[in-house]
């Protein structure tokens, strides 16, 4: 199984923004995160990390010509308003699960709101990288086998 797992504006920054809502873990320790947790579960990753919108719906259709069975997206600031990247998952009809560090729900007003969500299969949010874990047997399995989930 091949995983595009994309992360949007300022995640590079992880470590050094806003610990007390990301955690001190940096960019590059849940990366490497990722890409273990994926190797238990004979997914290959691939990661792709923007701050820039084109970048990032270019990853998406590059996930469509290359044949990936599914994309993780934390498309950070632009969760809330890119229509574009909402396009660009239901042109490409790969399972996509939006997934966020912080619980958004729990933030301020304007958080609230995902206007990728209606492109994805299911949104994961609010626990830290292991939502990305979660998104896998998502992705993998079709659904979260609690019996698997090991924090």
């Known amino acids: 199984m091949k995983v595009l797992v994309i ?8 470590g050094v923004r806003e610990k007390e809502i990301y955690g001190t873990k940096d960019f590059q320790d849940v990366c490497n995160y990722i890409k273990e947790e994926g190797q238990k579960r004979n ?3 691939e990661l792709l990390q923007s701050n820039i919108e084109g970048e990032i719906i270019n990853g998406i259709h590059k996930a469509y010509y290359e044949k990936y069975d599914g994309i993780i997206i934390n498309p950070g600031a632009y969760t809330h308003y890119s229509y ?3 396009d660009a998952i239901k042109a490409v009809n790969i399972n996509t699960v939006e997934v966020h560090l912080s619980n958004i729900h729990a933030r301020e007003e304007f958080r609230h709101k995902s206007v990728i969500a209606a492109a994805c299969i299911g949104q994961i949010c609010g626990f830290g990288e292991f939502g990305y874990v979660m998104a896998m047997e998502v992705l993998k399995n079709g659904k979260v086998k609690s019996e698997e989930l090991k924090i």
């Not at 992360?7 to 992880?14: A, F, K, Q, V």
């Open 84 to 86: 574009a990247i909402m």
């Open 43 to 45: 997914i290959d990753i």
């Open 7 to 14: 992360n949007g504006p300022n995640l590079n920054m992880l």
